[in-house]
């Protein structure tokens, strides 16, 4: 995380209420918030902010926020932040070509509050995972040999 005492996430949307709504509901669980309702102060905020998460809704007035979250990734330690989806879209192929970029969360919007807080959290959590998986000695998880454990007669 940021070093800092509270995480710090930084929330697109064009949608003011759905924006103001996000930053009420993180600010009480004490997150340190930034939001942005454009590209611009979306990326401003990403160079002067070290951040551990952005959420970012998937479409941003006729501009892609796929596309945002791969030009804030080419920002000097930004590379690796997590990223949650949202979008009022019903649609399943939406998701689907979310993932395919990058594992992140996606939620739909009007969110549920508790739900918003629980993939805030896991989203938190991913890259200490990771690392701590990276920083250990790893336990192989290759396919058993199913032979050596099988009664000799289910054996070819």
Known sequence: ??????????????NPQFLAAALTILGQR??????????????????????????????LNGESGTELIDSLRNIPHRQDVPVMFTSSTQ???????RYQNSPSFFLRKPYDPVLLIELV???LWMPHLVKSHIHRPHISFGAPNLNSTMPSAYQS
């Open 121 to 123: 959290e896991k989203s």
């Open 1 to 14: 995380m940021s070093g800092l005492a509270n995480p710090v996430i930084l929330v697109i949307d064009t």
């Open 91 to 97: 649609l399943p192929d939406v998701i689907s070509r």
């Open 30 to 59: 004490n997150y340190s918030c930034f939001g942005a309702t454009d590209a611009n102060t979306a990326t401003l905020q990403a160079q002067q902010n070290e951040l551990d998460l952005i959420i970012c809704d998937h479409q």
